[in-house]
């Protein structure tokens, strides 16, 4: 089979005309199953679609059957022997905001940003995490970073994400909400900033203590995000009180779903931005004509040929001059200073977090005029 190269896109000759193909080598082939060779763009199942189908149904079902099993208690009902704990700060209100008086305090808006940055650091770089492993460690530790450790990895996210949800909501009941969030932030920041660190001494010195402290920091992180989560209603209530708290909750929430374009945009946006300047310092100190001859095409054209995916680190390392250093484990350290940056915001946000002033609270005839939500 011919293949030619046009404006950094590769075509096939066949009998019915050129058509576009990649050329997939053993070890991008073994990423998806497959076997090295030529194939046509455009073609093949990635399975996404019956992954997706598969999960709605599943949780349609679970979500329906399960919201039959709600009951409300009877009047009065606690469990045997259940004692309420005391207080764990002096920010406990026992009093009422309702839900329309909520939006209008700081108190609010200082724990939407609070969620939403913590959420956004979060979701961020789970979105990103299995390929972040193996751009950062893959090229370094090949015989210990293989597909099935990190895909375990990805497993480890769920289970540490989970796990947070009990860890940190239950630890809040003793040190308080406003303690536990700033533990998120405070370690969240220092974590979210050794993960550089990691990288780039990972890319000089392929030792595996710097693989386990990457590890390390990304569970605990991600321990945090969940724990975000589950710890936010119980701050909720702390501040407004419980009989509007889940109206208020749903509507602190919108912090979650701003987090989720902000989270994913932010990381890709960063992720490119330094891939472009790497490929650009690469190019640069690539031999011309042993440009032209790898890709087919002048290093002027370079945007172009980047654009197709002609160009990537990877090939461009393989023209480089001998004791580059390999960019590649470093591309996620701007992200990763960015996302620290979030937390700093948001742990001021906490720190600032006074009880909500009197003139917000219900008096007694309001209480009995408003229906409990």
């Known amino acids: 089979m011919t293949t030619v190269v046009e404006n950094g896109r590769v075509f096939a000759e066949t009998a019915t005309g050129k058509v576009e193909v990649v050329i997939a080598s053993a070890a991008q082939a073994a990423s998806f199953g497959g076997e090295a060779g030529v194939y046509v763009v455009g073609t093949g199942v990635t399975g996404a679609a019956q992954t997706f189908l598969t999960l709605g149904v599943v949780y349609f079902i679970v979500m329906i059957l399960a919201s039959f099993q709600y009951r409300v208690p009877a009047e009065g009902w606690k469990p045997a022997g259940w004692q309420p704990k005391p207080a764990a700060s002096g920010m406990v209100s026992q009093n009422n905001v309702h839900i329309d008086q909520a939006l209008k305090t700081p108190q609010f808006w200082q724990m939407w940003i609070m969620l939403c940055f913590n959420v956004t650091a979060g979701i961020g770089v789970i979105g990103v995490a299995k390929t972040m492993m193996s751009e950062i460690f893959g090229s370094v530790l090949p015989l210990v970073v293989t597909a099935a450790f990190a895909s375990t990895y990805v497993l480890m996210i769920s289970v540490f994400n989970m796990v947070g949800r009990f860890f940190w909501a239950s630890t809040s ?5 406003k303690t536990t969030y700033m533990c998120f932030f405070v370690l969240g920041t220092i974590l979210y900033l050794s993960i550089p660190y990691f990288a780039s001494a990972v890319a000089t010195n392929p030792s595996l203590i710097y693989l386990i402290g990457f590890y390390a920091a990304t569970m605990i992180i991600f321990s945090m995000y969940g724990g975000g989560f589950a710890t936010i209603p119980a701050y909720l209530a702390d501040m407004f009180g419980t009989m509007h708290v889940g109206g208020i909750h749903g509507r602190i929430l919108t912090a ?3 987090a989720g374009v902000l989270g994913p945009l932010a990381i890709t946006s960063l992720r490119q931005m330094s891939v472009t300047s790497a490929i650009n310092d690469l190019a640069v100190k690539a031999d011309p004509a042993a440009f032209a001859e790898k890709f087919g095409a002048p290093i002027t054209q370079l945007q172009e040929l980047v654009a197709a995916k002609t160009v990537t680190i990877a090939k461009l390392m393989e023209i480089a001059p001998e004791g580059t250093i390999d960019p590649t484990p470093s591309l996620y350290n701007t ?4 996302m620290a940056a ?9 720190l600032f977090m006074r009880p909500v002033k009197e003139h917000h609270h219900h008096d007694e005839p309001e209480l009995q005029a408003i229906p409990v939500e």
Request: glycine residues 4%; hydrophobic residues 55%; contains cysteine.
């Open 256 to 258: 979650w779903s701003t």
């Open 342 to 350: 979030l937390l700093v915001v948001a742990f001021f946000a906490n």
């Open 335 to 338: 992200t990763m200073y960015c």
């Open 173 to 177: 009941d003793f040190i308080g909400r």
